[in-house]
């Protein structure tokens, strides 16, 4: 039986965030370190940075589209993760938010697994970290599937 449509969603954007590198026109080498488990920040060398953990964080509420019996419409919640260390964090931030926003929507249908991808917004708190020359950020995205009972 294949993986459950939201697992090769994830699987899929897990690679579009292995994409990003200097080299293919990002700002960062972020996804030399992409990881689908949640880490704490300070539980993370500063050499693995910068770094992205990706996970969903809810389902959202699903909706029956009337004309198919059967079907719904999910919209889970999924958190792009960025841990960033040095100096200039808050810019180094700016760069590691706007490599998400491009790696997550440059393919909004997921590769035709979805309907769309929306970015919800991000946050973040330098000041907690900024002794210790750390800072994060969370993006947060909703992507919109279709699921029925023989494709859940």
């Not at 993986?3 to 590198?21: F, V």
């Amino acid at each position: 039986m294949p993986e459950p449509i939201l697992e090769q969603i994830i699987a899929n954007r897990e690679t579009a965030l292995k994409g990003i590198s200097v080299g293919s026109g990002y700002h960062t080498d972020a996804g030399q370190r992409v990881k689908r488990q949640r880490q704490e920040l300070m539980d993370v060398p500063s050499g693995n940075m910068p770094c992205l953990f990706l996970f969903w964080a809810d389902l959202g509420d699903e909706a029956r589209i009337s004309s198919t019996p059967g079907t719904h419409r999910t919209k889970p919640l999924v958190v792009v993760l960025g841990y960033v260390s040095g100096v200039d964090t808050d810019k180094q931030l700016a760069r590691l938010e706007a490599d998400i926003f491009k790696a997550m929507l440059t393919d909004h249908r997921c590769g035709d697994l979805a309907v769309n991808t929306v970015y919800l917004g991000a946050n973040t708190d330098v000041s907690e970290f900024a002794p210790k020359k750390r800072g994060w950020i969370a993006s947060r995205f909703q992507i919109e599937y279709k699921r029925t009972h023989a494709s859940p």
